[in-house]
């Protein structure tokens, strides 16, 4: 088992296409892509926001590693 923050929703700082669901595996640094994984969810961090610049969702996404790296020392 590996702890990770999933993304699932359309990429609308991107190109609001179609639903896609993108994993980071914490402290994880292997090539699996295109590799099957099973995904558990333990609880939901935000909603889907849109952001302006792309370096802003770099940093919300920091922010939502960093809170799920709390969460996850509890589990």
């Known amino acids: 088992l590996y702890k990770s923050v999933t993304s699932v929703g359309t990429r609308p700082t991107f190109d609001n296409g179609e639903r896609a669901v993108e994993t980071h595996i914490l402290d994880f640094d292997e090539e699996i892509y ?5 995904v558990g969810f333990l609880k939901r961090l935000r909603d889907e926001l849109k952001f302006d610049v792309v370096s802003e969702l ?6 939502d590693v960093e809170q799920a790296r709390l969460m996850l020392e509890d589990s």
Do not use: A, L, S
């Not at 295109?34 to 099973?38: E, P, S, V």
């Not at 770099?58 to 922010?63: A, D, F, G």
């Open 34 to 38: 295109d590799k099957r994984i099973t």
């Open 58 to 63: 770099i940093v919300q996404m920091r922010k």
